[in-house]
Structure formats: structure tokens, C-alpha cells
């Protein structure tokens, strides 16, 4: 887990936040005089997010009377222990020159900062808002501790903070396996737990090319690097001889791992051609989207849906294309076939992008490289707490989750907790006797509300305590 430290001038509402984060029961000890704290740190939660807490109460008292000083020397101490600060003011009150000198204290300590704005909820709090942009601590996020306003987006603002990775750390537990089992294999670049802020369309987007033999994954690939081509080294991270490609889509940055290549080079041991287990698996984990080459003329043979249900397993995003599309004599016909094939084939994903191509011709490229594109943002998408629960309420209120054996099945709250691909995580009293129909349906209608389509999306189902 993560330790915070609530930090800020007296007044502001640091111990009736402290409260809210740690439980109630806390609050009616610590509210009773001569009452010593034996202990510094307190277990706090928000939503799925555990911590410990620090505390600072104590701190203040001996020292607001005479000792400014000394004030800011504890504060200075949990500051150190610290690896995220909730800078708190007083939205109601406004900036304070205190305010000012202990943000400058915490600016200068490099800790990932929140800046709650407490008090948010009291008219005229819009004023202190806008001021405490003045901080130089980022985006104020309004709250009110007493009320318990806000927390939904406190709490994205804490994983905005330190980032996914060290935002749920150390808490991962079992249930949690199912949303973590793809990152294990990654490379580093798609394990930055930077990346899913918002969409960051200046990294390379990675791709893989995958297909059976004879679909015209070379033919597609030549046509879309074309003159361009630019062979790299061997990637970190990935065996010595895969190849990366570099290259351009109107300005966006594009690194192809290139399996015919590598298929080329073994045709030359072995007669016999076959995309191997291993090699498949590795372009795809070498990749954010994976391009899925099907001949038109004779799609969805077994081996293609293996390759489409193992990159849905390992996360990643497949764009379709169907291939050798010149050769088709009733095309509208057959694409009205393929499309319902599609979303019969593959449920998991569905509203995945399929584009009809002529590797050959060219035609249909620019379109398959824009539905990739596409793809990559909602692989990416994030959806905010509090947006989640306002659709949850709507899904209780219409279609609430089955009673078994006779008791009600109850849920709290839904949040994000992954991106790439999207994860949620339902905290429910029953999750093992939850059906499985039920989370369908949540992830279908989750996936509808959110404008998710054509990407694996992860539910985890935990219990809210
Ligand atoms: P790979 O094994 O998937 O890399 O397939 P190749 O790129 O080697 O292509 C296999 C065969 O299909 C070659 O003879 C290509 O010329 C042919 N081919 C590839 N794409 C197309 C296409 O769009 N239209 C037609 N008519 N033929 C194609």
C-alpha cells in the first residue's frame, strides 16, 4: 500500500477528512481528550484504493499556540514518510498566505501531490476553487470531507497521482488476478503506469500482424510501410530475432512487429510454413492492437478464431481485416455474412472494427489503419468514478442484480481500475454467487454506455469488505 499525508494550514479540514478516510469509529475515540494515539498511521479507504493514513493531528496543537516553527518541521517529517500528499484548503475561506507556504514546502519535496479543495459544497466556494489553481499543485479537486462529496473523484485523482501500478501495488489480491494476468508479460512501455491518463497519442502505437498462412499478412504489410520501411533492432525485451518496423500514419508514430519477416527467414529451414504457437504469442504481446488477416474468400477457419480468442485472453485489442477483397464478386453480400459472423464468433468483443482490404490493391488501408487508431483510444479509454456510478444506479434501478437462494444480491459501487485494456472492479456482497449472465450483462451495458466497442473489457467482481 501507499502512505498520505493530510497536509495544510489549521481549519481547513484536515481531521474531518483524516475521519472520512479512516471510518467513523476512529473519530469518536480520537475526539475524546487525554485520549493518546499509539499509532502514526492509520488504514484508510476510498472505493477500491487501501492506504495508510498519516497522522498529523496531534502536530498541531502543540504547535499552533507558539510554535510555528515546529509546525512545519512535523509537517516537514510526514511529508518525508509520505508517498502522496492530499494538499488540503479551504475552498470556502479562499487562499490563505499559510496556504502559500506550506504548498511551497510541498512543492519543493517532489511527492506526487493531490489538491483537495475542501469546503466545496459552501456557497462561494467557486472563488477558493478557481484561486487554489494559484498553488502551482494542479487541478483542485472539490470535496467536501464533512458531506462526503467528491470522494469518487478524489479517488481518480489519487491514481492520476501515482498511476495505476502504484496506486493498487501491494493491495492486488487473488480476486484481482484475472485483470492483472496480462501485464505480466508486457514490456515496459505498455506497463507505464503513465500512459492511461489521458490518450497519448505521441508514443508509438504497436501493432501485430497476425494471420494463417497465405492470408497476405507480407503483401499487407509491404503496402502499408511501402518505401518507408525502416527495419530496427531487436526490441528490448523480446527475443533476438523479432523485428520491428518503424513508421509514419499521417504523423502518428507506428511500430509494426513484423512476423512475416521472421516467417520468412525460418521458411528457408523448414519447407513447411507455420505461424508457431510461440511466435504468434509473441507478436501479440509485443502488441497494444493486433491486426487480424483473414482471406475473404475463405475466413474464420478454426486456426483464425484461435488466434482471435487468444489475443481477446491476453488483452489486447484485434482489428479485423478481411482480406483479398478484389476477389470477391458479391461483396455486399458477403460482408453483410461476415459481420454477423463476427459478432456471433466473437461476443467478447463486441462492435469490433472489420474492414474489408485488398492487400494487393491498396484499397481499404487507410480505413483499416484508422479503425486501429480507433481502437487504441478506446483500449485506452478511462471512465471517472463518478460517471460509473451514476450508470450503476440506472442498471440498479432497471435491471438489479438476481436474487440467490433466496437473498438479494447487493451492489455498491463499480470503479476502474486498469486501462489497456479497460478493467472494472464491482464491489458486490456475493461475488461467487454471482452469475456470470448477470456480469455479462454489465459488461455489455457498461461497454454500451461507455462507447467501448470492439475491446476486451475486464470485470472483476470483489467483495465490498
Ligand atoms: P502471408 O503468408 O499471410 O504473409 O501471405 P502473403 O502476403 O505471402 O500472400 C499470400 C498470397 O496471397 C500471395 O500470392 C499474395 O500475392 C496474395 N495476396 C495477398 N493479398 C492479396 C489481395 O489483397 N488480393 C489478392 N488477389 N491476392 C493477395
Same mark, same amino acid.
Given at each position: 500500500?501507499?502512505?498520505?499525508?493530510?497536509?495544510?494550514?489549521?481549519?481547513?479540514?484536515?481531521?474531518?477528512?483524516?475521519?472520512?478516510?479512516?471510518?467513523?469509529?476512529?473519530?469518536?475515540?480520537?475526539?475524546?481528550?487525554?485520549?493518546?494515539?499509539?499509532?502514526?498511521?492509520?488504514?484508510?479507504?476510498?472505493?477500491?484504493?487501501?492506504?495508510?493514513?498519516?497522522?498529523?493531528?496531534?502536530?498541531?496543537?502543540?504547535?499552533?499556540?507558539?510554535?510555528?516553527?515546529?509546525?512545519?518541521?512535523?509537517?516537514?517529517?510526514?511529508?518525508?514518510?509520505?508517498?502522496?500528499?492530499?494538499?488540503?484548503?479551504?475552498?470556502?475561506?479562499?487562499?490563505?498566505?499559510?496556504?502559500?507556504?506550506?504548498?511551497?514546502?510541498?512543492?519543493?519535496?517532489?511527492?506526487?501531490?493531490?489538491?483537495?479543495?475542501?469546503?466545496?459544497?459552501?456557497?462561494?466556494?467557486?472563488?477558493?476553487?478557481?484561486?487554489?489553481?494559484?498553488?502551482?499543485?494542479?487541478?483542485?479537486?472539490?470535496?467536501?470531507?464533512?458531506?462526503?462529496?467528491?470522494?469518487?473523484?478524489?479517488?481518480?485523482? *489519487? /491514481?492520476?497521482? &501515482?498511476?495505476?501500478?502504484?496506486? %493498487?501495488?501491494?493491495?492486488?489480491?487473488?480476486?484481482? +488476478?484475472? @485483470?492483472?494476468?496480462?501485464?505480466?508479460?508486457?514490456?515496459?512501455?505498455?506497463?507505464?503506469?503513465?500512459?492511461?491518463?489521458?490518450?497519448?497519442?505521441?508514443?508509438?502505437?504497436?501493432?501485430?500482424?497476425?494471420?494463417?498462412?497465405?492470408?497476405?499478412?507480407?503483401?499487407?504489410?509491404?503496402?502499408?510501410?511501402?518505401?518507408?520501411?525502416?527495419?530496427?533492432?531487436?526490441?528490448?525485451?523480446?527475443?533476438?530475432?523479432?523485428?520491428?518496423?518503424?513508421?509514419?500514419?499521417?504523423?502518428?508514430?507506428?511500430?509494426?512487429?513484423?512476423?512475416?519477416?521472421?516467417?520468412?527467414?525460418?521458411?528457408?529451414?523448414?519447407?513447411?510454413?507455420?505461424?508457431?504457437?510461440?511466435?504468434?504469442?509473441?507478436?501479440?504481446?509485443?502488441?497494444?492492437? *493486433? /491486426?487480424?488477416? &483473414?482471406?475473404?474468400?475463405?475466413? %474464420?477457419?478454426?486456426?483464425?478464431?484461435?488466434?482471435? +480468442?487468444? @489475443?481477446?485472453?491476453?488483452?489486447?485489442?484485434?482489428?479485423?481485416?478481411?482480406?483479398?477483397?478484389?476477389?470477391?464478386?458479391?461483396?455486399?453480400?458477403?460482408?453483410?455474412?461476415?459481420?454477423?459472423?463476427?459478432?456471433?464468433?466473437?461476443?467478447?468483443?463486441?462492435?469490433?472494427?472489420?474492414?474489408?482490404?485488398?492487400?494487393?490493391?491498396?484499397?481499404?488501408?487507410?480505413?483499416?489503419?484508422?479503425?486501429?487508431?480507433?481502437?487504441?483510444?478506446?483500449?485506452?479509454?478511462?471512465?471517472?468514478?463518478?460517471?460509473?456510478?451514476?450508470?450503476?444506479?440506472?442498471?440498479?434501478?432497471?435491471?438489479?442484480?438476481?436474487?440467490?437462494?433466496?437473498?438479494?444480491?447487493?451492489?455498491?459501487?463499480?470503479?476502474?481500475?486498469?486501462?489497456?485494456?479497460?478493467?472494472?472492479?464491482?464491489?458486490?456482497?456475493?461475488?461467487?454467487?454471482?452469475?456470470?449472465?448477470?456480469?455479462?450483462?454489465?459488461?455489455?451495458?457498461?461497454?454500451?454506455?461507455?462507447?467501448?466497442?470492439?475491446?476486451?473489457?475486464?470485470?472483476?467482481?470483489?467483495?465490498?469488505?
Amino acid at each position: 500500500g501507499f502512505k498520505v499525508a493530510i497536509i495544510g494550514r489549521p481549519n481547513v479540514g484536515k481531521s474531518t477528512l483524516f475521519n472520512r478516510l479512516v471510518g467513523k469509529k476512529l473519530a469518536l475515540v480520537d475526539d475524546t481528550p487525554g485520549v493518546t494515539r499509539d499509532r502514526r498511521v492509520h488504514a484508510a479507504k476510498l472505493y477500491d484504493l487501501h492506504f495508510d493514513v498519516i497522522d498529523t493531528a496531534g502536530f498541531e496543537d502543540a504547535a499552533a499556540s507558539t510554535l510555528p516553527g515546529r509546525m512545519r518541521q512535523q509537517t516537514e517529517i510526514a511529508i518525508r514518510e509520505a508517498d502522496l500528499i492530499f494538499f488540503t484548503v479551504d475552498a470556502k475561506s479562499g487562499l490563505m498566505p499559510d496556504d502559500r507556504t506550506f504548498a511551497e514546502v510541498v512543492r519543493k519535496s517532489g511527492k506526487p501531490v493531490v489538491l483537495v479543495a475542501n469546503k466545496a459544497e459552501a456557497r462561494g466556494a467557486q472563488g477558493g476553487m478557481l484561486e487554489a489553481w494559484e498553488l502551482g499543485l494542479g487541478e483542485p479537486i472539490p470535496v467536501s470531507a464533512e458531506h462526503g462529496q467528491g470522494m469518487p473523484d478524489l479517488r481518480d485523482a *489519487v /491514481i492520476e497521482a &501515482l498511476g495505476e501500478e502504484r496506486a %493498487f501495488g501491494e493491495n492486488e489480491d487473488e480476486d484481482s +488476478d484475472e @485483470i492483472a494476468a496480462s501485464e505480466v508479460l508486457i514490456g515496459e512501455d505498455i506497463a507505464d503506469p503513465d500512459a492511461e491518463a489521458s490518450y497519448d497519442d505521441t508514443k508509438p502505437l504497436r501493432i501485430a500482424v497476425v494471420g494463417r498462412p497465405n492470408a497476405g499478412k507480407s503483401t499487407l504489410i509491404n503496402a502499408l510501410i511501402g518505401e518507408e520501411r525502416l527495419l530496427t533492432g531487436p526490441e528490448a525485451g523480446i527475443t533476438r530475432d523479432s523485428i520491428s518496423v518503424d513508421w509514419d500514419w499521417r504523423g502518428r508514430r507506428i511500430k509494426l512487429f513484423d512476423t512475416a519477416g521472421m516467417r520468412r527467414k525460418s521458411r528457408i529451414h523448414e519447407k513447411l510454413e507455420v505461424l508457431s504457437v510461440q511466435d504468434g504469442l509473441r507478436a501479440i504481446r509485443f502488441a497494444e492492437i *493486433v /491486426i487480424i488477416v &483473414l482471406d475473404a474468400t475463405i475466413p %474464420f477457419e478454426k486456426q483464425d478464431l484461435q488466434i482471435a +480468442d487468444l @489475443i481477446i485472453r491476453e488483452g489486447r485489442a484485434p482489428v479485423i481485416a478481411f482480406n483479398k477483397w478484389d476477389l470477391i464478386d458479391n461483396p455486399q453480400e458477403l460482408l453483410a455474412e461476415l459481420r454477423e459472423k463476427t459478432e456471433r464468433l466473437l461476443p467478447q468483443v463486441r462492435g469490433i472494427q472489420a474492414v474489408t482490404v485488398s492487400a494487393e490493391t491498396g484499397r481499404g488501408l487507410d480505413k483499416l489503419m484508422e479503425s486501429v487508431i480507433k481502437t487504441h483510444k478506446v483500449w485506452n479509454s478511462r471512465v471517472s468514478t463518478g460517471k460509473l456510478n451514476r450508470w450503476l444506479e440506472g442498471i440498479l434501478a432497471h435491471h438489479p442484480p438476481p436474487a440467490v437462494a433466496g437473498r438479494r444480491l447487493k451492489i455498491k459501487y463499480v470503479t476502474q481500475a486498469k486501462t489497456r485494456p479497460p478493467g472494472f472492479v464491482v464491489s458486490c456482497s456475493r461475488p461467487d454467487a454471482t452469475p456470470q449472465s448477470y456480469v455479462r450483462y454489465l459488461t455489455n451495458s457498461l461497454r454500451e454506455a461507455f462507447d467501448m466497442p470492439g475491446v476486451p473489457i475486464r470485470m472483476a467482481l470483489r467483495t465490498s469488505d
